[in-house]
């Protein structure tokens, strides 16, 4: 699985590697993008482990951008979660960007569709804050907030805490999700740059589901409370 | 292995002069009557190489090499330069400092001067009104880093009155492989990318050691509210610093005999560093500035903005070498050359000195952040001698890292006990300021950024994004650069000289760039007498390119005034 991952990185690589960094006529307005491989990590839990990314990208200028983001995990070579976005996204403050698109989540199935708005950027003490409101096709609302930072313990060992929370206005059957706070994921990772661009980690990952969800959780089986010990790579180009 | 350079002796810039101007008298210049002080050179501008230390690299030369030519004029002549495009995008060259027509200035897009396309040529003609140390460099997208620029030394027509034995050019610049199309994306996708020298954990414990716990705490507090970093002081890493195109091992020298009056001519040609020159064991006069004459004023060492010039006289009377050291503000390396009587010789080369860290007053906070007060630090107090000489060969040096003795604010140097840096406050004309009167007009012009997104702007605005600087002919201006970044800008002026308002009365210098402090202010004045469309910006290339640059646009006279 982590090889078809890769390939299929790979290969988005390639198709965005054509496009040219240059500067267009005049200064100060060019295209530029990126492509970041924030986590792509093996989360090792006593035979059941699972392969999971999260990752982002953009094209654009200074001010506005096409901006792409995805997430989901897999495991057992099913694919559990599979989480992208298109969002178009526009410079609201030296900091903050402002995002409006879609979600569309194709695993679980039934897959869900959203709209999504939000703000993206950096709040003080460097905390790299994603904060998101999704309103779904059968009109759930949910929203969710995403908070890391980089603390350089030399110029290339990184360590990586970040937090997220999951929000619900309302109970969703199809995703067992509770009203309320539903989920809370909590990582702490450590990597080494060994180029800016490509950086190999290892962390903890603790995910714990709340409240009612919990509880949904519970009855089916599952346990809410997740520990991982995580090995990965962070890369961009 | 040392390369074989012999600096041009007075006597012989003088013949070269002459012979250049005698071979000007005879040439055609096609459809023109030629005329005494014509003087004809053609430059190719073509993909090329150039080798540092042994490396090979790909570059763009003009004339051949990297730098380009020396170009060596003579005030009140009449210059023609062909400048042939080989590359296989569009080229431009800017001489930098002149006073000239503003079609010949250079700049695309200003003047209604285009670039040169790919396989054509373009003649600038320019009339020489000045004298002095200039240069010349392609003002279109980041080909100057590529290699495009070259010096420009333009004799007087009146005899000089700063005399020397010997007269040689140091062309200061800064290499690297990395494409500048890539430097700048890397710039914008990932802020602080080529910082190897952020503050870490350990920085931190030594910060609590020295400050205490609060005060430490206090200071990551600030700077993360801002969410800026002190140790950004070059937006760009990993180069290697160049004399007259030449590294470390290479050893760029320049001849004198012990006893010699020498003239340096020092221009700093690099696309984003600033330097800290000294010649440690020799002081040195500094006698112009940006190619205008000063009152000499003996220094040990001064820091030079890019795109600026200092004219310097030394007056080595030993018979040993001496060793130039120009190292960049963030001491990610150095460049070197060496003054000695003879070839194949090498100074002693110092440690790099500390790097310092920006404080709250270099962001424009003036308050009293308890933990901010090391601007009473004493400076002569530092050891140097604990640092590692041995590592300082010709491989790159570590860079120092920004801790404990660390010099704080940008201005600080780390200049050693009993030593004098030149300040701008030293330079006095040599002549009186022409115009005497009060500016009638004042602009203010914030440098602006967003360091995160490397968006650099002025009054908030991208290049052509606000609106340009207009002036009336004659009018006289006071420009006031305000600096609200966390990072000096070297500022230029094409077409004309400002005075630098540096305290002095009727002796500001005249100057083409000025270096505005991280969070300080700048001021200078000027007669708008250049009528054009002028370009205004932060020599610093990848700002530049960014866009910090807008349009000093003087009107032509009006009709009335002309007669």
């Not at chain 2, 013949?15 to 096609?30: D, E, S």
């Not at chain 2, 064991?281 to 004023?297: C, E, H, S, T």
């Not at chain 2, 070197?336 to 860290?357: H, S, V, W």
Request: proline share 6%; net charge negative; glycine share 10%.
């Amino acid at each position: 699985m982590m090889k078809r991952m890769i390939k299929a990185t790979l290969a988005m690589a390639a198709l965005a590697l054509p496009l040219p960094a240059t500067a267009m006529e005049g200064h100060g307005d060019m295209l530029i993008w990126q492509f970041t491989m924030d986590q792509l990590e093996q989360r090792w839990h006593q035979g059941q482990d699972s392969t999971a990314w999260k990752s982002n990208g953009f094209i654009g200028g200074d001010v506005s951008k096409l901006r792409l983001k995805s997430e989901g995990d897999v495991s057992d070579g099913t694919v559990e979660h599979l989480e992208v976005q298109a969002l178009y996204s526009v410079m609201v403050h030296d900091f903050w960007d402002f995002q409006a698109g879609i979600r569309q989540d194709f695993r679980p199935q039934p897959q869900t569709t959203h709209l999504a708005i939000g703000f993206q950027g950096l709040a003080p003490q460097f905390l790299e804050v994603d904060a998101q409101a999704f309103l779904s096709q059968r009109g759930d609302v949910t929203a969710r907030l995403d908070v890391e930072t980089d603390l350089p313990l030399t110029q290339k060992l990184i360590l990586q805490p970040h937090a997220e929370v999951e929000l619900a206005a309302q109970k969703v059957p199809e995703t067992e999700t509770g009203a309320g706070v539903s989920e809370m994921k909590l990582g702490l990772r450590l990597r080494y740059e060994l180029v800016k661009e490509f950086a190999p980690y290892i962390g903890l990952a603790w995910e714990r589901k709340l409240g009612e969800t919990a509880r949904l959780a519970k009855a089916d089986g599952h346990d809410p409370d997740d520990l991982r010990f995580v090995t990965g790579l962070r890369f961009w180009f | 292995m040392p390369i074989k350079q012999t600096g041009l002796s007075r006597r012989d810039a003088l013949k070269l002069t002459a012979f250049a101007g005698l071979a000007g008298v005879a040439m055609v210049y096609p459809g023109r009557r030629a005329f005494a002080g014509l003087k004809e050179t053609t430059l190719l501008v073509t993909e090329g190489r150039i080798t540092i230390d042994g490396d090979s690299f790909p570059a763009i030369t003009m004339g051949g090499g990297v730098p380009g030519p020396t170009l060596y004029w003579r005030e009140g002549e009449e210059v023609l330069v062909q400048v042939e495009n080989r590359l296989s995008e569009p080229t431009s060259i800017h001489w930098h400092g002149l006073l000239l027509e503003g079609v010949m200035d250079g700049a695309p897009g200003f003047n209604a001067y285009s670039a040169i396309a790919p396989g054509e040529s373009f003649t600038y003609r320019i009339k020489l009104r000045q004298s002095g140390t200039y240069w010349y460099h392609s003002h279109s997208g980041g080909q100057e880093q590529r290699g495009m620029y070259g010096a420009i030394v333009i004799a007087p027509a009146t005899p000089d009155p700063v005399k020397a034995d010997r007269d040689h050019v140091l062309l200061l610049s800064d290499h690297t492989a990395d494409h500048p199309d890539h430097i700048l994306r890397k710039l914008k996708v990932s802020e602080g990318y080529y910082n190897r020298g952020k503050r870490t954990l350990s920085d931190l414990s030594a910060d609590i050691g020295r400050d205490g716990l609060a005060a430490a705490w206090k200071d990551r507090q600030d700077w993360g509210d801002m969410r800026m970093d002190p140790t950004d002081l070059a937006d760009v890493t990993g180069y290697r610093f160049l004399v007259n195109g030449k590294g470390i091992g290479d050893n760029w020298t320049a001849l004198f005999k012990p006893g010699e009056r020498l003239r340096l001519r020092i221009i700093n040609g690099s696309a984003m560093s600033i330097f800290d020159v000294a010649i440690p064991g020799l002081a040195m006069i500094v006698v112009a500035a940006d190619g205008q004459n000063v009152l000499p004023v003996k220094v040990d060492e001064f820091r030079i903005g890019v795109g600026e010039t200092y004219d310097v006289i030394v007056l080595p009377t030993e018979d040993r070498a001496y060793t130039l050291m120009a190292e960049p503000i963030d001491r990610s390396g150095y460049a070197r050359a060496t003054l000695a009587p003879r070839e194949g010789m090498q100074g002693e080369i110092p440690p790099l000195r500390p790097r310092t860290l920006l404080t709250m007053a270099d962001m424009g906070m003036h308050g009293d952040h308890g933990s901010m007060d090391h601007s009473t630090m004493d400076h002569g107090a530092m050891d140097h001698s604990s640092m590692d000489h041995a590592a300082m060969g010709h491989a790159m040096p570590m860079t120092p890292a920004a801790q404990e003795g660390s010099p704080r604010g940008w201005e600080q140097a780390g200049t050693p006990p009993g030593k004098r840096a030149l300040r701008y406050a030293d330079l006095k004309s040599f002549t009186r300021n022409p115009d005497a009167a009060a500016p009638t007009t004042e602009i203010a012009l914030r440098l602006t950024g967003i360091m995160e997104r490397y968006i650099w702007t002025l009054n908030g605005h991208k290049f052509d994004h606000g609106d340009p600087i207009r002036v009336r002919y004659g009018e006289r201006v006071r420009l006031r650069f305000i600096n609200t970044t966390m990072m000096a800008h070297p500022m230029h002026l094409h077409g004309m000289f400002f005075e630098l308002e540096n305290g002095q009365t009727d002796r500001m210098p005249r100057k083409h760039v000025v270096i505005v402090p991280p969070g300080k202010e700048a001021s200078v004045v000027l007669t708008a007498n250049e009528p054009g469309d002028w370009p205004l910006h932060c020599h610093l290339l990848f700002h530049m390119n960014a866009g910090m640059m807008t349009r000093f646009i003087v009107d032509p006279p009006a009709p009335a005034a002309r007669s």
